[in-house]
């Protein structure tokens, strides 16, 4: 395996880019060699077949949707409540709506996952291990709702996202007041 960190990661954003333009069936060795500019058979390199390519991606998704370590220290360091919750929401929502690229590759890969057994345990670790860290996070920071609440809001958030980034239902309704209505209607 090539060893060469950032043309590895170079080379996962361009796969991202083909799955969010052209879907998991545009999704080949070829195709994001293509888009990353590189000689043919240097995706195949880095990965060596699709579902290496595909864990690739994942990894990458993770990376690109990080929180910023200030943001959880400023939150950490906030005082719990609903504000400091809907502040978080807030942040994940920019992060999955600013890197729509990222956000809609991770769609795909996820409609993806309910057809193929191995994207779906690829996907399935990744994301309980980003839940499992929301939740810590809340309890850590003393923030409210617990494993359940969080849960509600991951499934509410998933929709607002799906219908930013598509055909809006509502689309002179700002996200933030959303947001709002979604933190009141949930932790009450």
Same mark, same amino acid.
């Given at each position: 395996m090539a060893k060469n960190d950032s043309?590895?990661?170079?080379? !996962?954003?361009? %796969? #991202? !880019?083909v799955l969010a333009k052209d879907g998991s069936r545009g999704l080949t060795h070829r195709a994001v060699d293509l !888009?990353?500019?590189v000689p043919t058979g240097t995706t195949s390199n880095y990965f060596r077949s699709r579902d290496a390519?595909?864990? %690739?991606?994942?990894?990458?998704?993770?990376?690109r949707l990080a929180p910023a370590p200030e943001d959880l220290e400023r939150r950490a360091a906030g005082t719990p409540g609903p504000a400091l919750f809907a502040d978080?929401?807030?942040d994940i929502v920019r992060r #999955?709506?600013?890197?729509?690229?990222v956000t809609l590759a991770l769609f795909e890969l996820r409609l993806e996952s309910s057809r193929r057994p191995e994207i779906a345990a690829v996907l399935g670790a990744w994301q309980r291990a980003g839940f499992? %860290?929301?939740?810590?996070?809340n309890t !850590?920071? %003393?923030?409210?709702g617990a494993r359940r609440e969080i849960a509600l809001f991951h499934y509410a958030i998933d929709g607002l996202l799906l219908d930013r980034l598509t055909t809006p239902i509502?689309?002179? @309704?700002? @996200?933030?007041d959303i947001i709002d209505d979604l933190v009141a209607g949930l932790l009450g």
């Open positions: 043309r590895r990661r170079s080379i !996962a954003d361009a %796969g #991202l !880019a !888009a990353a500019g390519l595909v864990a %690739g991606l994942v990894d990458r998704i993770g990376e978080y929401i807030r #999955l709506s600013d890197d729509r690229d499992d %860290g929301d939740v810590a996070f !850590a920071a %003393g923030l409210p509502d689309p002179e @309704t700002p @996200t933030d």
